[in-house]
């Protein structure tokens, strides 16, 4: 499983494939992982209250997805964590679950425990 953070308008808005903007701009999509989410969250989406959580199975894009290093103010970051990135549109099909994804009272996120209690 690989997760994908997006406002609930973006995936309400979706139609058979999900394309962020980051697919134009970067090439592909991002994404996480269970232990890692929280970081892009908290540092990319300080309180934003309409995020939801995108739990989606990599068997079911039709597309590459890589592990790479995150990159941080323009710097890769090769000694952090790895992110899944994926080369192409998330296919609905491929999305298995929707959680809520709210921040904590000081504005940071920890994974959903729909997600944790697995």
Do not use: K, N
């Not at 999509?29 to 969250?41: F, R």
């Not at 990159?71 to 964590?81: K, L, T």
């Amino acid at each position: 499983m690989i997760l994908h953070i997006c406002p609930r308008a973006d995936w309400d808005a979706a139609g058979e494939l999900l394309r962020p903007a980051s697919l134009d701009s970067e090439g592909f999509v991002h994404c996480s992982d269970p232990g890692t989410v929280a970081l892009p969250a908290s540092r990319l989406y300080p309180a934003r209250t309409d995020l939801v959580l995108l739990e989606v199975d990599p068997g079911r894009l039709g597309v590459p997805v890589r592990w790479e290093p995150g990159v941080r103010d323009g710097q890769v970051e090769a000694s952090g964590p790895w992110f899944p990135h994926v080369y192409g549109p998330l296919p609905r099909a491929a999305v298995v679950g929707v959680h809520d994804f709210p921040p904590e009272a000081d504005g940071t996120f920890r994974l959903p425990v729909s997600l944790a209690e697995r």
